[in-house]
């Protein structure tokens, strides 16, 4: 079960949201957004669909759009999370390197100056409503070290995963069943629902929820309340949405439209973070 002591989110500007954390684990889960992670204080078993690797304090690492991920902890570590947008990605790699669809090929980023300066940097900024200026400059020279690619890193295209896992996302504000989508794609349900667990790490209703939520977080930033995300998305009701949020955060969606619903300004890069934390008495 997902377990997190504490979560502080940031909103850096549309294109990148910022988490800062105390957690012992994480539950298989994915996020709609590239996800780089920086481990400031403590050792965690990660486990992904593309790697798998034991991570130490000043380890940066990194998860593609849709990547199914989940880590572990004798005692909560201390780490900070940045999903970022592929227009964040292109924005920041050199021309030659940009695209519309790429995909990391780099897991755990080698231990070099340039990591070292984005752990620093956080480790400088602790709390506070801030998000100094050079902790982004810092995420982008440790983007920079990371290859990427134009086709996928650990799902090839084709096959029956894949094309399951497309149909979920391209009708992600529906709650489409996975015998339906077996008959979309023309194969048995059983059979559907062994080679997606194989391929892509979870069960095809996992990943329809997990697609919703991802969804939901993308509309909270854009100001939407719970209650009418969860219509859109087809939840059954705003607790269930809340449900399914936790299991992969950790904490409720009210931790992140707080800011938003408090008429905070959503600023363009570059400009001032809007924070909101939330711990296990609450929002705050």
């Known amino acids: 079960m997902t377990q997190v002591e504490s979560l502080i989110f940031s909103l850096r ?16 889960h994915l996020h709609a957004t590239y996800s780089l992670v920086a481990l400031k204080r403590g050792t965690a078993t990660v486990r992904s669909n593309r790697w798998s690797r034991t991570v130490h304090a000043g380890d940066v690492f990194l998860f593609n759009p ?5 880590a572990s902890a004798e005692e909560p570590v201390e780490y900070e999370t940045f999903y970022f947008s592929k227009e964040f990605l292109n924005a920041t790699l050199s021309a030659a390197d940009r695209g519309e ?13 340039e990591t070292a300066g984005l752990v620093e940097a956080l480790l400088d900024h602790p709390g506070g409503n801030s998000f100094a200026e050079d902790i982004e400059a810092h995420l982008a020279k ?7 690619a134009a086709e996928p890193s650990a799902l090839a295209a084709g096959t029956l995963a894949h094309r399951a896992s497309l149909l979920i996302r391209e009708n992600c504000t529906r709650a489409i069943r996975t015998g339906d989508l077996a008959k979309v794609i023309g194969v048995h349900k059983s059979h559907l629902v062994r080679a997606f667990k194989t391929a892509i790490g979870i069960a095809p209703q996992t990943y329809v929820r997990q697609v919703r939520v991802a969804k939901a977080r993308e509309l909270i930033c854009s100001g939407h309340r719970l209650s009418d995300v969860a219509q859109m998305l087809e939840f059954s009701d705003q607790a269930h949405l809340t449900r399914e949020f936790k299991k992969v955060f950790g904490v409720p969606p009210g931790a992140l439209s707080r800011q938003l619903s408090a008429g905070a300004p959503h600023p363009q890069f570059p400009g001032d973070a809007n924070d909101v934390q939330y711990s296990d008495g609450g929002v705050t």
């Open 13 to 28: 500007h549309p294109g990148l949201l910022h988490s800062r954390a105390n957690a012992r684990r994480f539950d298989a």
């Open 66 to 70: 849709f990547e199914v991920h989940s």
């Open 101 to 113: 669809s790429l995909n990391a090929q780099t897991d755990v980023l080698p231990r070099c100056g």
């Open 142 to 148: 440790a983007l920079r070290l990371c290859a990427f």
